[in-house]
């Protein structure tokens, strides 16, 4: 099946500091999705999307979706510490009547930040 | 607005045992999704429902898997005679009725069910 890799795996960044992150696919996304993960919750989303060479921001945090539609990144500046958590990048691919809700997920990249 | 309600949030069962996990949708979402969580993975699709209609479940285990989305009340993910590969986080999620044209509709997560097999 179709999977996606994460890198780095885990971080561990002092408060202040830019941190980035990204995913690749051996297959192509329509769509790309950054969720943010915190202990004991469901994900979060953050950013979506939807088309190859964007680049979107929800405050300090900024994503782009790859030309190639193999690959995004997330960068998030001047992190804090509530920055801490599980990110999580993931695609919807195809389901049944042509309607893309089966999402893919990486396996995350786990960011510390130390105050 | 409620968000995704999912209970129990922990869910201890012992091997053999029944685990039964419930979801409430967001007010106004119709379609419903079950993922599972192993240890540090992502989440992985089970099975996605609309009311009383199973829509694709090509994620779920063919055996003691089984979920149901009745008319009335929460959605049921059940667990029959578990086993403790069966340990894992749980999650729903919702959306609403699919836009046109194929493009992906958001789903928002619930918080969770963490199930533990002795």
């Known amino acids: 099946g179709q999977q996606l890799n994460q890198s780095p795996q885990s971080m561990f960044i002092q408060e202040g500091e830019d941190v980035s992150m990204n995913c690749t696919s051996s297959?192509?996304?329509?769509?790309w999705l950054w969720y943010k993960q915190d202990p004991g919750e469901g994900p979060v989303l953050l950013i979506a999307l939807y088309k190859a060479g964007e680049l979107t921001s929800n405050g300090r945090l900024t994503a782009q979706f790859g030309i190639t539609r193999k690959d995004s990144f997330l960068n998030i500046s001047a992190s804090i510490p509530s920055d801490v958590g599980i990110y999580f990048c993931a695609g919807p691919r195809g389901g049944s009547g042509g309607s893309n809700y089966k999402l893919t997920f990486g396996k995350g990249t786990l960011l510390t930040v130390n105050p | 607005n409620a968000g995704v309600m999912q209970n129990p949030r922990h869910l201890v069962r012992r091997r053999g045992q029944e685990a039964r996990l419930r979801c409430s949708p967001m007010k106004g979402h119709s379609h419903v999704y079950w993922y599972r969580q192993l240890p540090e993975e992502g989440l992985k699709f089970m099975v996605y429902l609309q009311k009383e209609n199973i829509i694709d479940e090509s994620g779920m285990p063919k055996e003691r898997f089984s979920a149901e989305f009745p008319k009335e009340g929460p959605s049921i993910l059940r667990i029959q005679q578990v086993v403790r590969g069966d340990s894992a986080a749980y999650f729903c999620a919702s959306s609403r009725r699919f836009l046109a044209g194929g493009s992906y509709n958001e789903q928002f997560f619930g918080p969770g069910t963490r199930l533990t097999v002795l």
């Open positions: 297959s192509i996304f329509n769509t």
